[in-house]
Structures are given as structure tokens and as C-alpha cells.
């Protein structure tokens, strides 16, 4: 079965750079979540999508931004770059008419900023 | 505000022991799921299972086990004869339903099991 595809699954930056993740929900899934996990840390909500529409905003920096497209995938841009930037991303996709409560997690991206 | 607390930072078993990891939550739904995730040193997340709030059954899967208890706002995971593979990180989590299904994670438990 398809699952939740992250790309790219590693990126190195420098500060100040900007970086762009990807992100391609399961097939017929109408909402995507961004998580980031810094070292040793639990993943936080960062933002989420449903239907296109931002639903939802969590501790993401004003320096993010997100967008889900038509296709319903999602990109996670980050500009200014920091090296508290560094963290696992992980992006999760759901169905909401299926009142299952359950996420499905790609299988992250990590960035690291030099 | 939804919260979960697993208090054990980090815990170490010789093999074949076996060990549990606690987990108390809040919320002040009356609909919630519970999950727990592992997290092994390649990064991803496993889900492990899923339990909705209206259901208390425990549930057993080969050596894995939770015990849900709405009394005690607590979601314990129970691993039987643990394994040098079963080493990682374990996260409870939360969501409340009718909500964006939105997950809120604990802090995590680093799971050590030695040979």
C-alpha cells in the first residue's frame, strides 16, 4: 500500500539559506500534518492542512512557511536558515471522514544546518 | 489542554526481562484516542496501536500488551521477554476527536534492553 512520501530524506544547509521539504500524502487523504523533532526532543506540531486550507498552527517560526497544492501535497519552506533549524521533519497525512483518529507518518526528513 | 506525561526518561532491562512504560495523559474531551509510536535509532515512527477513549479493553499483540484505564487517565505499554531489538524510543501520544485529529506527543521513553 502507498504510504507518505517525504523528500528529500536528508538536506544539508548553511544558516541563512533556505530549504524547501516536500511532502506527498496517501492516495485520497484530505489532510497533512508538518511535525519537527529536534535531537532528543518529541516531535511538535508544527502546522496542518485540510483540504488545502491551513486548519491548523502549532510552534511553527514565523520564518516557515507551508502550503498544500491542488495534487494535495505539501511543501514546508524555511528561509533564514538557523542551526536550531536541525531537526527530523516529519510529515503525516489522514482521511477526516474516517473518524479513525489515525495519522500516517512518512518517514521524515532530516536537515541539518551548518 | 491536552497534555501527556511519560515520566520514565529513559530505562534499561537486561533481555528477556520484562518492562513497562507508563503513560498518563489529560484531556478534556470525552473522545480521544491514545496511540504509542516507536522510534528506533533510524528515525522513523512505528505506529504500535491505536485506542479509542470509549474502548477499555486491553489489548495483547505477541509479546506487547497495554493496559488503558480511564479511571487513572493512564495508558501503560507492557513489553513481555523483551529483545535486544525492542531498544528505542517509545512516545505516547494523543489526539482528541472532532478536532483536525491533530497528535500531541509525550516526551518520549529511550527503551535500553541489554544482552
Known amino acids: 500500500a502507498a504510504g507518505v512520501i517525504q523528500s528529500p530524506r536528508h538536506l544539508i544547509k548553511e544558516k541563512r539559506e533556505t530549504a524547501t521539504l516536500k511532502c506527498y500524502p496517501i492516495p485520497r487523504h484530505d489532510t497533512v500534518y508538518w511535525y519537527q523533532q529536534g535531537p532528543g526532543q518529541d516531535p511538535q506540531f508544527l502546522i496542518s492542512f485540510y483540504e488545502k486550507m491551513q486548519s491548523d498552527k502549532g510552534s511553527i517560526p514565523d520564518r516557515f512557511s507551508a502550503q498544500q497544492f491542488s495534487d494535495y501535497h505539501s511543501e514546508l519552506n524555511m528561509s533564514s536558515l538557523e542551526l536550531g533549524d536541525s531537526a527530523l521533519y516529519f510529515c503525516?497525512?489522514?482521511?477526516?471522514?474516517?473518524?479513525?483518529?489515525?495519522?500516517?507518518f512518512g518517514e521524515g526528513s532530516r536537515l541539518t544546518v551548518l | 489542554a491536552q497534555k501527556v506525561t511519560q515520566a520514565q526518561t529513559e530505562i534499561s532491562v537486561v533481555e528477556k526481562e520484562d518492562v513497562t512504560l507508563d503513560c498518563v495523559y489529560e484531556t478534556r474531551d470525552t473522545t480521544y484516542y491514545l496511540f504509542w509510536y516507536k522510534q528506533p535509532p533510524s528515525g522513523e515512527l512505528v505506529f504500535l496501536i491505536r485506542r479509542n477513549s470509549f474502548d477499555e479493553q486491553n489489548e495483547i499483540s505477541g509479546r506487547y500488551s497495554w493496559n488503558f484505564q480511564k479511571s487513572t487517565s493512564s495508558f501503560n505499554f507492557t513489553i513481555t521477554a523483551s529483545q535486544v531489538v525492542d531498544s528505542a524510543v517509545y512516545f505516547c501520544a494523543l489526539s482528541e476527536a472532532g478536532r483536525d485529529d491533530k497528535i500531541i506527543f509525550g516526551k518520549g521513553t529511550r527503551l535500553h534492553i541489554l544482552p
Open positions: 503525516a497525512s489522514g482521511h477526516s471522514g474516517s473518524g479513525s483518529g489515525e495519522l500516517f
